[in-house]
């Protein structure tokens, strides 16, 4: 016979159970809805930055500049002409151009002596398209000090034209390729004013100005490339003129992007979205795919951290088998440790990597122009 003490003991042990299932399942439930409520906005905020990347660079570029100005059609500061404590002889924002902002170059001699026939060497900085300028060079880049390594080149015997460009949220894709189009012809057409030798070229750039130069290579040499861009006014130079590119560090190849950041930076400049979803653009900016047996001797290089040593090995790949001169210096982990992006830039403090690469690049450099300084 059931002892009644333990039938009333039972029911109050069954009655005080249900509760606490009860709240285990709500707490359950509240948390399964606070996660799924956590997961759908971030989705949601991971969709609308996708498809809305000039948000995050804008609040970039508001970090960098401030109230100051991005695109400009007067020059920043007053245009000057000095020779540099070491001997360099500079000339300030040479208005190339009225079309787009920003459309200045500077001109720097190793002396005042303007009649030596050197090598000329047309720069364009990096900065993802939204930063950067001829006198500061890339903020992206590695402990960036462009102007030493500027003048280092100056002085190896060059010309070096510096060469500023629109940036966004104003101008995007292909618009920094016609203004490089519009510079370069304009320094042909004042060639003999400006004491340049435009029929002894070199074009180079440091990452967002690597993609522009990789892309002005295969204009000069790919007619139905060059056409994609219907310039206002042809290419006045030739790929006779034009006896070597420097491409550091570019990130051209768009299938293999692995790192969010530069979908938002290329995405923003090309169409406004980190899926590239219009694909003739997307294949027009990758200039990889027209390379062809007329492209100029090319060096490139990368930082192997935070850099592009794929999407160079690629291109460099590409231009041995269409039978091009190119050399890639890619500083090995193992010898040099970890690369930054835009190494090279830190020449002035960089004993190994930056002054190796440099050495190498140079000595290309100098082989291809006939440079005897």
Known sequence: MKNPID???????????????????????????TLLTIVVL?????????????????????????????????????????????????VSDLKYADVYPNSFLDISYPNEDK?????????????????????????????????????KLVLEGYNLVNVDYALVPDHHFPVPVIQMNQAINYLVDHAEEFGLNMHNVVIMGGSAGAIMTAQYGAILSNSDYAKAFNFAESPKLTTDDVKALVVDDAPLDIPSFDNFSIKVLIGNYLDDSVFFNNKEIANQYNAINYINSDYPATFLTAGTDDGFPKDMQHMSDKLTEAGVDNLYFYPDINKYGKTKHGYMSNLKNDPEAAKDSYEAMVEFLNEHTNNKK
């Open 7 to 33: 039938s009333v003991s039972n029911e109050m042990n069954r009655k005080m159970i249900k509760p606490k299932k009860r709240k285990r399942k709500n707490l359950f439930k509240i948390m399964g809805i």
């Open 115 to 151: 009649t030596i026939d050197r090598p000329t060497l047309i720069y364009f900085h990096g900065g993802g398209y939204f930063a950067g300028s001829k006198s500061m060079g890339d903020p992206l880049a590695a402990n960036n000090d462009s102007n030493y390594l500027y003048d």
């Open 42 to 90: 971030f989705g949601s905020l991971f969709l609308y930055v996708s498809y809305n990347p000039g948000i995050i660079v804008g609040g970039i570029q508001k970090l960098l500049y401030g109230n100051s100005p991005i695109n400009s059609f007067e020059p920043l500061q007053e245009p000057i002409e000095t020779t540099k404590e070491n001997g360099v002889y500079y």
